[in-house]
């Protein structure tokens, strides 16, 4: 079940990705045509680096529940497995709301807890027998950890990039009266957000 919560929150984070870039794409036409600004495309890609940030977690978290359900049952997912557990899910759903006779719905709960206990019991032994498993299990989030905080601190940096172009742009427009100084206090408060969070990056992948 957490495979299964790890995709769907990746689906709807990949979604809102794909739309930040479809509106950077967008703004960047207008920018070309000389119908938007370069600070409306320095906002535009900073939030496209902001989706991006988001991501490289979730991703992160998948490998590593991906991982311990590998080394807890001892052997390669399928590559369908993904899909399974999506279908299997929508099963249940689809029984939750069929009117079944009351017998057949004890008989159906009975089997499922007892296959549940079954696996609880197998998981049980598994562990008892693999002293080491957690220490593998660390090593290889170690590993997954590592390759998603490197793209994350890639998408971080860009994001800082494009808070640092709109802060200087921004002031620029306030030197001249084209911004205010709650638009200005907002773009400082962006990138200085944008600059601890590159540092606290670099300080996660040292301590790896």
């Given at each position: 079940m957490d495979l299964l919560g790890d995709d769907a929150l990746l689906l709807v984070t990949r979604k809102a990705l794909d739309f930040r870039r479809?509106?950077?794409?967008?703004?960047?036409?207008?920018?070309?045509?000389?119908?938007?600004?370069?600070?409306?495309?320095?906002?535009?890609?900073?939030?496209?680096?902001?989706?991006?940030?988001?991501?490289?977690?979730?991703?992160?978290?998948?490998?590593?529940?991906?991982?311990?359900?590998?080394?807890l049952l001892g052997q390669a997912l399928p590559a369908d497995f993904a899909a399974g557990l999506a279908e299997g899910s929508n099963l249940g759903q689809q029984a939750l709301i069929t009117d079944l006779p009351a017998d057949c719905a004890l008989r159906a709960f009975s089997a499922s807890a007892q296959r549940v206990a079954s696996r609880a019991a197998a998981n049980r032994q598994q562990r008892q027998y693999r002293p080491g498993l957690r220490s593998v299990l660390a090593a290889h989030h170690a590993l997954a950890g590592r390759a998603t905080l490197t793209e994350q601190l890639r998408a971080q940096s860009a994001q800082l990039q494009a808070e640092a172009t709109r802060t200087t742009l921004t002031e620029l427009g306030f030197e001249h009266g084209a911004a205010n100084s709650l638009e200005l206090l907002d773009a400082q408060r962006c990138l200085l957000a944008a600059q601890q969070a590159v540092v606290q990056q670099l300080k996660n992948l040292v301590a790896l």
């Open positions: 479809a509106s950077l794409r967008l703004t960047q036409l207008k920018f070309d045509n000389q119908a938007a600004s370069q600070l409306e495309r320095s906002r535009s890609q900073s939030v496209l680096a902001g989706a991006k940030v988001a991501l490289t977690p979730l991703t992160r978290q998948r490998a590593q529940d991906e991982n311990a359900l590998v080394l």
